[in-house]
């Protein structure tokens, strides 16, 4: 079965930066993207990009360029996503979700981030 | 690109049928088939429960189903359930320059 399992939650201080993974299981890796989306603390979903397993590929949300990068490890079918110069709105669950065509099919468990100094 | 707009809650009794509307553009909703749903219960992290406007996943119960018209897409829930009580999100393809997906605000649908 397809399963996405994200590290553990981190806390950083506002500035630093911050990467989480996320281990794909139960599917050819490289024959989907991974997308990353966020929440915020009762607030709604928020598309933060996406990365194509297969070239490596990216397509960021403007509001984020410059301070995301998204990569994949194929030898070990784990994605990642790094966010720099954190700040306190960046406090949020971040997920990993396989991307099929333009739609989500499947979420990792979210990776509490908290930004706190 | 603004969020698609989502109502803030929507309610129905055990048995009845609900519907959550998804409005946005014609740079989103209404331009492409790409309109999908997710269910988030507290705490959980979203599941696919609608793709390309009208599919169901497998597993996806046939009580949820989706529509677009013009700029709006819906969800309708037949035959309402405890279970069914979550915050439902919409989401779409866009083809603005300043990101690639928008989601909906959220409904929280309550089952009364």
């Known amino acids: 079965q397809v399963q996405l399992v994200q590290s553990g939650a981190e806390v950083k201080k506002p500035g630093a930066s911050v990467k989480v993974s996320c281990k794909a299981s139960g599917y050819t890796f490289t024959s989907y993207g991974i997308s990353w989306v966020r929440q915020a603390p009762g607030q709604g979903l928020e598309w933060m990009g996406w990365?194509?397993?297969?070239?490596?590929?990216?397509n960021y949300a403007q509001k984020l360029q410059g301070r995301v990068t998204m990569t994949t490890d194929t030898s070990t079918s784990t994605a990642y996503m790094e966010l720099r110069s954190l700040r306190s709105d960046d406090t949020a669950v971040y997920y990993c979700a396989r991307a099929g065509h333009h739609y989500f099919d499947y979420w990792g468990q979210g990776t509490l981030v908290t930004v706190s100094s | 690109q603004s969020a698609l707009t989502q109502p803030a809650s929507v309610s129905g009794s055990p048995g009845q049928s609900i519907t959550i509307s998804c409005t946005g553009t014609s740079s989103d909703v209404g331009g492409y088939n790409y309109v999908s749903w997710y269910q988030q219960h507290p705490g959980k992290a979203p599941k696919l429960m609608i793709y390309?406007?009208?599919n169901r996943p497998s597993g996806v119960s046939n009580r949820f189903s989706g529509s677009k018209s013009g700029n709006t897409a819906s969800l309708t829930i037949s035959g309402l359930q405890a279970e069914d009580e979550a915050d439902y999100y919409c989401s779409s393809y866009t083809s603005s320059s300043t990101l690639a997906y928008v989601f909906g605000t959220g409904t929280k649908v309550t089952v009364l």
């Open positions: 390309e406007v009208s």
């Open positions: 990365i194509s397993a297969y070239n490596g590929n990216t």
